[in-house]
């Protein structure tokens, strides 16, 4: 209550302060002044004409009052609008920044939801999706205290304004028919479209009012729909991406193996051993992601040789033939030097290019340490398999010379402590 009343009196902002007294200085000192010299010269038996001057100075200081009144209040007014627009862009820009660096739809949703409110000023907000142009919307996600009893109530004139705002493709802007008046005002419900026919998905606020400020809400709320559409359909866009990124690899993984004749599953089993030994090393996602892809992929090049071939240059070029393959494909252009130098040696000593040393990616390092174990542990058509001790001792004896001494080293601990046994 102490600070209504600070806000409302009459002096209580420094703006109030500054206006009055630029009206003070400007106007009423000066009426002040001609008053006094007016006085100096009339005749002090003329009482009406030493009385004017002072009737025009409280006229005129009145009306001085009234104006900065007038000011004040428009001064407000605009700073209160000013005052709510900038609350509303910063809602919007923190909306924005969460949705840059969302990875789930679910979670872009809500934070659009979250957003929706602050932009409102409060009240709740649902979003609406169908699955197809005929389907009805349905709710998949809501904020606000209280929004499950809106739901409950009017999901039905929701789902109206939602194909409305939908097929009509404008914002629609209504009382809720019949809705629980909120502090003697009704709910008012926004509702913008933030996909396309095909794919109807509706942003909608609802919120206790008179109605009046559509236009202040609609803009805002408009500009955040669009931004969560954008998102949900570069999300998806993403998935698609993933998906034809793992069914297209695991296509050619199967193709390779059935060329090969492999026994067993040795691309798979060679994934499988980088992925412990690049998490046992704390490689970041991103260098998961790519160590697990090359190793599905890391004799592609073998497609391009005949499988009957035992000559040694000849079987020599699949891993540049491997990297020539996937150059070309956006999504796998950064395994390709990952595939190239799998076989490059710690001292130099392997091929295609000699690389030595830490000039060999980490990766490729660590799938050529891991293929040489998958190799000497299995059994082919031209070699047994020797057994899992064997293979680690022969890993330690090329340490430095083969392989990294100390990816060799941490390899070796773990498949003795019994963590590569798949």
């Not at 409102?120 to 699955?131: F, K, N, Q, R």
């Not at 293929?371 to 059994?379: G, L, N, P, Q, V």
């Not at 001792?393 to 390899?411: H, K, V, Y």
């Given at each position: ?54 009737a025009a100075f409280v006229g005129l200081g009145i009306l001085s009052l009234a104006s900065f009144l007038a000011l004040r209040r428009t001064t407000n007014q605009a700073l209160a609008r000013l005052d709510r627009d ?56 809501q904020a606000g205290a209280g929004v499950e009893a809106i739901l409950a109530r009017s999901l039905p004139e929701l789902q109206r304004l939602a194909r409305a705002a939908s097929e009509e493709a404008r914002a629609v ?100 051993y980088s992925l412990r030994l690049g998490r046992a090393l704390d490689l970041d996602e991103d260098q998961i992601k790519r160590l697990h892809a090359a190793a599905l992929l890391h004799d592609l090049g073998m497609l ?119």
């Open positions: 209550m102490a600070r209504s009343l600070r806000r409302f009196s009459l002096f209580s902002q420094p703006l109030d302060r500054a206006v009055y007294l630029a009206y003070f200085l400007g106007a009423v000192v000066p009426l002040m002044a001609l008053a006094w010299v007016g006085q100096r010269f009339v005749s002090p038996d003329d009482v009406d004409a030493r009385l004017a001057p002072l900038n609350r509303r862009l910063a809602s919007l820009l923190a909306a924005a920044q969460g949705l840059q660096s969302t990875e789930h739809d679910q979670q872009a949703i809500q934070g659009a939801l979250e957003a929706a409110v602050r932009l409102v000023g409060g009240g709740w907000a649902v979003y609406l999706e169908a699955g197809g142009r005929e389907a009805e919307p349905q709710p998949r996600g802007h209504e009382a809720l028919p019949g809705s629980a008046l909120w502090h003697g005002r009704a709910v008012w419900a926004t509702a913008v479209r933030c996909g396309d026919e095909t794919h109807p998905r509706t942003l909608l606020a609802l919120h206790a009012g008179d109605g009046a400020d559509e236009q202040a809400i609609v803009g805002p709320l408009d500009t955040l729909a669009s931004m969560l559409g954008a998102t949900l359909r570069g999300l998806e866009l993403e998935e698609v991406q993933r998906n034809f990124y793992t069914h297209a690899t695991h296509l050619l993984v199967a193709a390779l193996d059935a060329h090969l004749d492999y026994m067993g599953e040795h691309s798979a089993d060679v994934a499988r391009h040789i005949d499988r009957a071939t035992t000559d040694l240059a000849v079987l020599r070029q699949h891993p540049g033939l491997g990297a020539e393959m996937l150059r070309p494909v956006r999504l796998w252009e950064d395994l390709a030097p990952i595939v190239r130098h799998h076989h490059e040696w710690w001292n130099g000593g392997g091929y295609p290019d000699g690389l030595a040393g830490e000039a060999i990616p980490l990766e490729s390092r660590l799938i050529g340490l891991v293929e040489a174990y998958d190799s000497m542990t299995s059994a082919t058509s031209y070699q047994r398999s020797c057994p899992p001790d064997e293979a680690c001792e022969r890993i330690a004896a090329a340490s430095g010379t083969q392989f990294d001494p100390r990816l060799a080293a941490l390899f070796v601990a773990m498949v003795r402590r019994g963590e590569m046994r798949l």
